[in-house]
């Protein structure tokens, strides 16, 4: 009954501040005005728009097949790829404010002069984040039905009623400030787990009771070569992911987005040292017989955990931490999803359509998209991280290879710019279904994409008058 009275109580907060947050304009709902001030609250609603159910339930329990490797792994190359996103942060704030830019594919569009890259990288947009929610709504189910008891249909319905009243109400303003609320969730969940199963385990001594083989870097029940894969690939998509990316465009000037990148770190390395750890430290606290059944499907171990483990009342902040993590990236993923389709692709095909009517298609296309994405997710018999680690590789690889060039080399074109964005997609694609699996898509469509870029790039003619903003010169 704790839980249930803390979901709807929790509920009526986001809605409440959803709906103080609101604004009437188009870039009030999907940029909050450039006018967020606060560096914490950018840097800690990064981290929540990053990691989602998906880390919650997906990362907790893969560690329980993948072993050390998915511990060391994930956690190094988020930290790593944290660190070098909020250094180059400045000169993407920079660029954003000086082309006016709204959403990424417009940034891109502006800084290559290319309307069809623009919505060429949109549509891409909008089939992979609407398959990237997929394993969200999976895991928010999952938890719906693991800690209050519904069934895992009516985990979606919930999942789905609440974030479509999040994002209508609020955009982007009611995203950032619940996105730092639902981090600092977020992470205390990450570490009341993480110190419940030590505890449990008897403190240090429970690393005695972990079998060799799971602590072994060589790989449990998968390959570490495949682990490695997946590992870079979802964090990669701390660099160019175009829902993390808006955060910092959201941002007032240069001195937040470079305090900013102080919090964003920090809470991404203790979010994920925590949470990747849980599944080879439930081999130091349960039976075989516990496990058992989680061998098969590893999302289910984490509301386990937190049934079993912490006292009464302690698993309601689970609860909340897990559905935070949800919140904060779908409704993050459905705000560029849907601009992607209407400021993007509707205003390239109609640039007539006023601010007034692409704000209201905004909102109507966004629960649209939620709606498809839900009933996609009532039957997933795949796991979360493989469906996360392609969808959002690809999305990062696509806007990764541009983006970085774009920001540091004057030389790149526009027919590099669309030559990069097809071969990244084309040969992750092809790659999935024919390569060798212990090589991850996402390495080929790096290597694809950034050749594609070089090539179509010097074979053209130099752009003339392009010059990459400095942001110490932008205000």
Request: charged fraction near 10%; include cysteine; glycine fraction near 10%.
């Amino acid at each position: 009954m704790i839980n249930e009275l803390l979901l709807v109580a929790y509920v009526a907060f986001i809605v409440l501040l959803s709906y103080k947050l609101r604004q009437g304009t188009f870039t009030g709902f999907v940029l909050s005005d450039r006018n967020v001030a606060y560096p914490a609250v950018i840097g800690i609603a990064f981290t929540a728009a990053y990691f989602s159910a998906a880390s919650f339930l997906g990362g907790g329990g893969y560690g329980l097949i993948a072993g050390m490797p998915w511990v060391v792994y994930g956690t190094f190359f988020h930290v790593a790829f944290a660190c070098l996103a909020w250094l180059i942060a400045g000169k993407i704030w920079a660029m954003a404010k000086q082309y006016d830019a709204k959403t990424v594919p417009q940034l891109l569009e502006k800084r290559y002069n290319s309307p069809t890259g623009k919505v060429i990288l949109a549509a891409i947009m909008l089939l992979l984040y609407t398959v990237y929610l997929v394993p969200i709504f999976k895991g928010c189910a999952t938890l719906f039905q693991g800690l209050i008891g519904v069934s895992y249909l009516q985990g979606l319905m919930v999942a789905v009623a609440i974030v479509a009243i999040y994002y209508v109400v609020g955009g982007l303003p009611a995203i950032i400030w619940m996105g730092f609320i639902q981090g600092i969730l977020m992470l205390a969940g990450a570490v009341l787990l993480y110190g419940g199963l030590f505890s449990a385990g008897g403190g240090l001594e429970i690393w005695q009771h972990i079998p060799a083989s799971v602590l072994s870097m060589e790989g449990f029940n998968v390959p570490w070569q495949k682990t490695l894969g997946m590992a870079f690939s979802i964090s990669l998509g701390l660099l160019a992911l175009p829902d993390l990316l808006i955060m910092i465009f959201s941002a007032k000037d240069r001195r937040v987005v470079r305090f900013a990148g102080i919090f964003g770190p920090i809470s991404i390395a203790v979010y994920a040292l925590c949470i990747f750890s849980l599944g080879i430290l439930a081999y130091g606290v349960l039976g075989s017989e516990q496990l058992a059944p989680f061998l098969k499907n590893p999302d289910g171990l984490v509301p386990f955990l937190a049934g079993t483990l912490l006292p009464p009342g302690f698993d309601a902040v689970i609860l909340l931490a897990a559905i935070a993590a949800a919140m904060s990236t779908m409704s993050a993923i459905v705000l560029v999803t849907t601009t992607s389709l209407t400021s993007d692709i509707l205003r390239y095909l109609h640039p007539e359509i006023s601010d007034k009517k692409t704000l209201l298609l905004t909102r109507v296309v966004g629960v649209t998209i939620l709606m498809i994405a839900a009933i996609s997710a009532i039957d997933v018999p795949q796991q979360i991280v493989p469906l996360v680690s392609v969808s959002m590789g690809v999305i990062a690889c696509c806007v990764f290879v541009p983006l970085i060039f774009g920001l540091y080399w004057d030389r790149g074109t526009q027919t590099g710019f669309i030559a990069s964005l097809l071969a990244s997609f084309l040969s992750v694609v092809v790659w999935n279904f024919y390569g060798n699996p212990l090589i991850h898509p996402v390495f080929i469509g790096l290597i694809c994409g950034t050749v594609a870029y070089m090539v179509g790039s010097l074979a053209t003619r130099r752009p003339a008058g392009v010059k990459i903003p400095d942001p110490r010169k932008v205000a």
